[in-house]
């Protein structure tokens, strides 16, 4: 019998089966926060170590806000001379934090202990961020230099029980200059987690020199993904079937992936670089043919390599910074014919096929090495690697646009910090196949950070033995973005259709709510088990642990997808009676219940299948 069951003394079983997750999660959205007591810190009190001679250093602080503050340090030498390695550092008492969070935090980053992170151009992001159990800011604190090599250490010392911080620059080799200056941001509001980190994306994308690109519709639509479903191996006959059936299931976009350009099958990089398509020889009746599926096409590219068989090679000897991966090196971008050949390669393939984006890969490794030389001499017109890496990008970006407005750029983690906005304007979950929570928690530290940038998941993908419900699982942690599916759809059967079809035309009627709404990443200590999008007449939430959703203000329309292995859904709802009609969908889109119900205050359980979804409407 279909039924709403409300109970009162069950509470308090649900909460004890939930343990810490659930009362995380509670207290966040409740908006009951514990009182916070101001951590004794000043950016005056930071202390700055090294032997800085012959620079001098100056410092001042800006308050941008109650407990935001600015701490701007510049170096100035009168000589020009390679500069020193320098040590920011200060401390704060470990008061109601629970857990840290950084651009590389995954399933095994659970605690605070110990919180490194190095970035640069191409890797990861400067800001670190402490909450407590209600997901309310701590201490958030980010640097404005997103180009060179910035290492943060972050730790709990025991003997003090505070968290010792130390941000250290010019630990990689970098080329002579006179001067330096560089911003570090400190926040201690006592606002949710999130909105301190996109105050920090907002602080960077307000830089001259981080503008980011802008985002084209098609870069928010499904996509289709060759790799893990065909890896090098690709047949252009086989992959148009898949493609007409991706078509009728919600897909606008496919990425051909590596192999279309080599029929190489190892999985190595050894003939990467010349760029030509043996694995789709035809390449412009392929995306001729794409095309009129009303499809776009986007071509993988890995920019840095040349393999050592490849015709390529010999033209860029003595132009190598390093030997990079499988059989492949990596060019020097610092040479002027290093960047006009890769910026060539991109614009005659957009020219020649009509392709309609690149995902452009291996980025992080343009870096230099003990033998790089860090002069603009011997054929070089930059000395700094990373200065020569944002010349690339940015002249990459602009030469395409110029060609094609709407152009798509897909970067993966872990490039995806502020300057590689500026260079592209899709950002993926880094590889994770078969690995739901993994690539739920990458896609929210994405959203966390991206702000308008379109996020993607990662290629989900899934056994065709697997129940409809365990594969629905695959989809539904990746609800919050962009979704990527590789799979062989011609061998999946009919239910595994039916589910795919059914959730990637959710997630395009609703992606104004799940993209572009307020984001809640609730609970990163315990790896995202809710996840939220907000908006003044809409919520969706994605249920990844049985935990309660706690929905304390009144909202006409409540969409919950259900991606735990149980077949219930508790709301503990804080308004007054209404009068509401919900919904209940199976993981395949059947509706399997319709209902009015006069919703009082309080906790209601709601019986929905599993990887199914709950709506709730006003009446």
């Known amino acids: 019998m279909t039924r709403l069951i409300r109970y009162f003394f069950g509470i308090l079983a649900a909460f004890f089966m939930i343990a810490g997750s659930a009362s995380s999660v509670q207290s966040q959205q409740t908006g009951r926060q514990d009182s916070f007591h101001t951590l004794p810190f000043h950016p005056d009190s930071v202390k700055i170590e090294g032997e800085l001679d012959p620079f001098h250093i100056?410092?001042?602080?800006?308050?941008?806000?109650?407990?935001?503050?600015?701490?701007?340090?510049?170096?100035?030498?009168?000589?020009?001379?390679?500069?020193?390695?320098?040590?920011?550092?200060?401390?704060?008492?470990?008061?109601?934090?629970?857990?840290?969070?950084?651009?590389?935090?995954?399933?095994?980053k659970v605690n605070f202990f110990n919180s490194p992170i190095t970035s640069r151009a191409a890797r990861n992001m400067p800001v670190l961020a402490y909450?407590?159990?209600?997901?309310?800011?701590?201490?958030?604190?980010?640097?404005?230099?997103?180009?060179?090599?910035?290492?943060?250490?972050?730790?709990?010392?025991?003997?003090?029980?505070?968290?010792?911080?130390?941000?250290?620059?010019?630990?990689?080799?970098?080329?002579?200059?006179?001067?330096?200056?560089?911003?570090?941001?400190?926040?201690?509001?006592?606002?949710?987690?999130?909105?301190?980190?996109?105050?920090?994306?907002?602080?960077?994308?307000?830089?001259?020199?981080?503008?980011?690109?802008?985002?084209?519709?098609?870069?928010?639509?499904?996509?289709?993904?060759?790799?893990?479903?065909?890896?090098?191996?690709?047949?252009?006959?086989?992959?148009?079937?898949?493609?007409?059936?991706?078509?009728?299931?919600?897909?606008?976009?496919?990425?051909?992936?590596?192999?279309?350009?080599?029929?190489?099958?190892?999985?190595?990089?050894?003939?990467?670089?010349?760029?030509?398509?043996?694995?789709?020889?035809?390449?412009?009746?392929?995306?001729?043919?794409?095309?009129?599926?009303?499809?776009?096409?986007?071509?993988?590219?890995?920019v840095p390599f040349v393999g050592k068989n490849a015709d390529n090679f010999d033209r860029f000897k003595g132009k190598y910074l390093r030997e990079g991966l499988g059989g492949a090196y990596v060019l020097d971008p610092r040479y002027p014919g290093v960047r006009r050949f890769l910026i060539n390669t991109y614009v005659d393939a957009l020219k020649k096929w009509n392709i309609d984006g690149f995902?452009?890969?291996?980025?992080?490794?343009?870096?230099?090495?003990?033998?790089?030389?860090?002069?603009?001499?011997?054929?070089?017109?930059?000395?700094?690697?990373?200065?020569?890496?944002?010349?690339?990008?940015?002249?990459?970006?602009?030469?395409?646009?110029?060609?094609?407005?709407?152009?798509?750029?897909?970067?993966?983690?872990?490039?995806?910090?502020?300057?590689?906005?500026?260079?592209?304007?899709?950002f993926r979950a880094v590889d994770a196949p078969n690995m739901e929570v993994l690539n739920r928690a990458?896609?929210?530290?994405?959203?966390?950070?991206?702000?308008?940038?379109?996020?993607?998941?990662?290629?989900?993908?899934?056994?065709?033995?697997?129940?409809?419900?365990?594969?629905?699982?695959?989809?539904?942690?990746?609800l919050f973005a962009v979704p990527q599916l590789s799979v062989r759809l011609k061998r999946l059967p009919d239910d595994h259709l039916k589910m795919v079809e059914f959730w990637t035309k959710y997630q395009k009627n609703y992606s104004m709510v799940l993209?572009?709404?307020?984001?809640?990443?609730?609970?990163?200590?315990?790896?995202?088990?809710?996840?939220?999008?907000?908006?003044?007449d809409h919520t969706i939430y994605g249920l990844y642990e049985p935990v309660v959703i706690s929905q304390e203000e009144y909202q006409p329309n409540i969409h919950v997808a259900n991606a735990t292995t149980r077949d219930e859904v508790t709301i503990d709802f804080g308004y007054a009676p209404k009068a509401m009609i919900y919904q209940v969908y199976t993981p395949t889109g059947e509706e399997v219940r319709t209902e009015r119900v006069d919703l009082e205050a309080g906790v209601h359980q709601f019986e929905v299948p599993e990887s199914g979804m709950l709506k709730i409407k006003d009446f």
């Open 359 to 426: 995902k452009l890969d291996f980025i992080g490794w343009f870096t230099p090495v003990d033998s790089t030389r860090m002069t603009a001499t011997g054929g070089r017109d930059y000395a700094s690697v990373n200065r020569a890496v944002d010349r690339l990008m940015t002249d990459i970006m602009n030469r395409l646009k110029s060609e094609n407005e709407d152009i798509m750029i897909e970067f993966r983690q872990p490039y995806i910090g502020p300057l590689m906005r500026k260079y592209g304007n899709m």
């Open 58 to 108: 100056d410092r001042s602080v800006r308050k941008l806000d109650k407990n935001l503050y600015e701490l701007k340090l510049t170096l100035t030498s009168a000589q020009t001379v390679i500069p020193p390695e320098f040590t920011v550092k200060w401390r704060f008492p470990s008061n109601d934090l629970y857990a840290f969070w950084n651009s590389k935090t995954g399933v095994d």
């Open 131 to 302: 909450l407590n159990h209600a997901d309310q800011n701590r201490f958030t604190f980010a640097i404005s230099d997103a180009l060179r090599k910035v290492e943060i250490d972050s730790y709990i010392k025991e003997e003090d029980a505070h968290v010792h911080n130390a941000v250290t620059f010019f630990s990689e080799k970098v080329p002579e200059r006179n001067s330096y200056s560089v911003r570090i941001r400190f926040d201690l509001r006592d606002i949710r987690y999130e909105k301190a980190l996109n105050g920090v994306a907002r602080w960077w994308s307000d830089m001259n020199r981080y503008k980011p690109a802008s985002i084209p519709d098609q870069a928010m639509k499904p996509v289709y993904s060759t790799w893990y479903n065909f890896h090098q191996v690709l047949d252009p006959d086989t992959l148009m079937r898949e493609l007409r059936k991706a078509r009728s299931l919600g897909f606008e976009t496919v990425i051909v992936d590596d192999g279309w350009q080599t029929t190489d099958m190892n999985r190595g990089y050894d003939y990467t670089g010349d760029w030509k398509p043996e694995g789709i020889p035809d390449m412009k009746a392929f995306v001729e043919q794409v095309h009129s599926l009303g499809m776009d096409i986007m071509l993988w590219y890995s």
């Open 515 to 536: 993209m572009d709404a307020e984001f809640r990443a609730h609970a990163p200590g315990s790896v995202y088990p809710l996840l939220e999008a907000q908006e003044k």
């Open 442 to 478: 990458r896609i929210a530290n994405l959203r966390l950070m991206a702000d308008s940038t379109a996020v993607h998941s990662d290629m989900y993908m899934w056994h065709p033995s697997e129940s409809v419900e365990s594969a629905a699982r695959q989809l539904l942690n990746t």
